[in-house]
């Protein structure tokens, strides 16, 4: 685990967020086509539903990211950051992060894993004290992407 961390503590901060924006958008395919096979459809399927363009656009992209990271990323992980274990923690932020996205089992599982990467992805950038910019970022461009890609 210590080569990994010292690989992307030593990587250019972009190319980190491009690396966990594309595991972000790797995980959301397979578990589209898991959901797909098992159930015939997407496991987006029961996501709320916006009145236009623009509130989904303001909501999902610009608004999500901001208050998702500041509660489960940087508040929870700066409460327990020097009293317990980096992988509890991890783990904490995922499953808080998670059910803030209870839509149907497929779905908390896909954010659980999103969570996992995001968290790491934080206490990754706190050693560099940009954690909270690492996550918004990757968080951004992510949903950015799904924005673009529903409604193509």
Request: charged share 10%.
């Amino acid at each position: 685990m210590k080569k990994i961390n010292d690989f992307f503590l030593n990587t250019n901060q972009y190319i980190l967020i491009g690396i966990f924006v594309s595991f972000n958008i790797f995980i959301s395919f397979l578990f589209s086509i898991i959901s797909k096979l098992i159930f015939g459809n997407s496991f987006t399927s029961n996501i709320h539903k916006f009145e236009n363009l623009t509130e989904e656009f303001i909501l999902v992209v610009i608004v999500s990211p901001i208050i998702e990271t500041i509660i489960f990323q940087f508040i929870i992980i700066e409460i327990f950051y020097e009293k317990c274990n980096k992988y509890l923690i991890c783990g904490l932020s995922a499953i808080l992060f998670a059910s803030s996205h209870l839509y149907n089992i497929l779905y908390f599982v896909f954010a659980f894993i999103m969570g996992l990467a995001f968290a790491y992805l934080y206490i990754l950038g706190k050693k560099k004290e940009k954690g909270i910019k690492y996550v918004f970022l990757s968080h951004l461009i992510y949903n950015l992407i799904a924005f673009i890609l529903n409604h193509l």
